[in-house]
């Protein structure tokens, strides 16, 4: 089992920018993967950028965010960060974080865990 919190959401100015925290605690050494997936109003939910640390903490980003956020991971403190840059009208959303966890018996199976979601907010 995983618990997932985010933190860091609230509104900014058109251009600016803000990092979004997500706390991760449970079954940790089964980690496969870290994600922050967004969702705007009547949208489907999106991946914006992913952390695969099976893979050597490789990262991946959505084409709209490449150049200017950035996901990363604090080991020691068991956090995920996106760090969001030039931010703009297209990026306001709710802003959820996403784990994948291999199973205990079966290592291939994967589960998926969802944090509540932290709300960010772009003004002009």
């Known amino acids: 089992q995983v618990q997932l919190v985010e933190s860091g959401g609230g509104l900014v100015q058109d251009g600016g920018s803000l990092r979004l925290s997500c706390a991760v605690s449970?079954?940790?050494?089964?980690?496969?993967?870290m994600g922050w997936y967004r969702q705007a109003p009547g949208k489907q939910r999106d991946l914006v950028a992913g952390?695969?640390?099976?893979?050597?903490?490789?990262?991946n980003y959505a084409d709209s965010v490449k150049g200017r956020f950035t996901i990363s991971r604090d080991n020691d403190k068991n956090v995920v960060y996106l760090q969001m840059h030039s931010l703009t009208p297209e990026d306001p959303a709710v802003y959820y974080c996403?784990?994948?966890?291999?199973?205990?018996?079966?290592?291939?199976?994967?589960?998926?865990?969802w944090g509540q979601g932290t709300q960010v907010t772009v003004s002009s």
């Open positions: 996403n784990a994948r966890v291999r199973g205990r018996i079966v290592s291939y199976q994967e589960y998926r865990y």
């Open positions: 449970g079954s940790i050494d089964r980690l496969n993967a």
């Open positions: 952390i695969t640390i099976t893979r050597g903490d490789s990262t």
